[in-house]
């Protein structure tokens, strides 16, 4: 992996990490196109380079997470994320067999698509607006939601928990914060993973200049997730999900032309 291609890479995880289109499509997809083969780096850099993202989340939040005296939101988001702990665990074989098809990463980007276009019908009478509202409950609840991410790559990991909340009665801008939160301990667990990972099964991996490349490459990601994310729940609450829908679709069809001309 060259400087240029962990750069685009880190800026495209940047991008769509915390949006409702799919970093995981977005990133299976960019990596052949910018030709990135698949390695044991590689792969690991796609996951641990959300710990950039992880750490724009909580700068932008810093009050809520270094608050210490606000038990709860931790219980919230220890509660919330134990469903994916459970589900990543039992369905690794399943998960990884998806994350290979880019067919069925498309299907469910377009399918995702489809949805968007109708979510702002369904949930138009929030009776939750702000975080502190939710209770544990709930909370679990959107960590269910969450585990869609898992079953089905493509779906996006933000889109589950923001739409999972709005089912359960939490406005836009309160579901899209939670699932900014939720994002934490979920990305930090999976990056946690995959470094022990690489470092039993392939510690050859973990040269300097790699883990340089990693270094700088986090760097990009936490400076765009950071703009994303001040600029997301805005335009969540102004423009709603249609917009993110016909995104969805039109990226989905790409997509699969891509695959069936062979490009990809």
Partial sequence: MTSIQAIILAIVEGLTEFLPVSSTAHMKFTNPIIGVE???FSDMFEIVIQLAAILAVVVVYYKKFFDFTRIR???????????????????KKHIDNALGNLYFIAGVMIVGGIIFLFVDR???????????QVNNGTAFRIGCYQVLSILFPGLSRSAATII??????????????????LAVPTMLAASVKSMMDLHKQHPEALTTSNLSLLGVSSLVTFIVSI???R?????LKKHGFKVWGYYRIVVGLVMLFLLWRGIV
């Fill in 38 to 40: 698949s390695t044991p």
């Fill in 231 to 235: 600029y997301f729940i805005g335009f």
């Fill in 164 to 181: 999972g909340g709005m089912s359960l009665g939490l406005s836009r801008r309160a579901a899209a914060e939670f699932s900014f939160f």
């Fill in 122 to 132: 369904w949930f138009r009478h929030p009776s939750i607006e702000h975080e502190s």
């Fill in 227 to 229: 703009v994303v994310i």
């Fill in 73 to 91: 939101f931790y219980t919230k988001l220890v509660v919330a994320v134990i469903p994916a702990l459970v589900f990543g665990a039992l369905l």
